[in-house]
């Protein structure tokens, strides 16, 4: 089987748990272990959870919110204590250790914009997370951007869905890569705006 065969079975499991009894607790689990090794984003639970029960649009975003944020942890402590033996394979796997090397060099500098833009982007966060645990980033600013960052990326969606429906789910799904990125250079050129006066 490959990894693309694996990927898809993987996404269509994950996507028939948002039909079960226990769907809030799956998307917690899902969201917290996507920050550290998971592969699926809980968007494919969220949305679906959303269109069904729209009036639980903001529980469900905490749910998605809180879980990613708390699962970052796991990430962090996986490059702190273990990135030999887990970070390393796990990234190697994903094919992103190439990628990871190269953002350890612009944490020094950059590493709360780092995160903040990994967490509202489809940009896999489990690479943020570990190597923000590797280079040991600053707690309190890991967090703060974590919780913003995903906060934002999944209370969009789910405003998004609330508002608009079945329409708005096709077009996130086509375009969430996009969205994200529009959405983060907006945000940094209304930084770099007030930065001018």
Known sequence: ???????????????????????????????FIESSFFPIPPDIML???????????WK?????????VIGAYLGYIIGIYFFQLIAEPLLDFYGYLEKFESFKNLYNE???????????TPFPY????????????????????????????????????????????????KNLGWLSVVFLLLLIGGFALIKLF
Do not use: C
Request: a positive charge.
């Open 110 to 120: 950059y590493g709360a914009w780092i995160v903040f833009g990994a967490g509202i």
């Open 47 to 57: 949305i679906p959870m959303v269109l069904a029960s729209p009036q639980k649009a």
């Open 126 to 173: 489990k690479i943020i997370t570990i190597a923000s645990g590797v280079v040991h980033m600053n707690l309190i600013v890991f967090t703060v951007a974590s919780v913003i960052a995903r906060g934002m990326r999944f209370f969009l969606v789910a405003w998004l869905l609330k508002a608009y429906g079945e329409k708005m789910r096709e077009f996130i799904e």
């Open 60 to 68: 469900l975003a905490g749910i998605a919110t809180a879980g990613s």
């Open 1 to 31: 089987m490959g990894f693309n065969q694996f990927v898809r079975k993987i996404y269509d499991a994950v996507f028939h748990l948002s039909k079960d009894k226990g769907a809030l607790y799956w998307l917690f689990i899902i969201s």
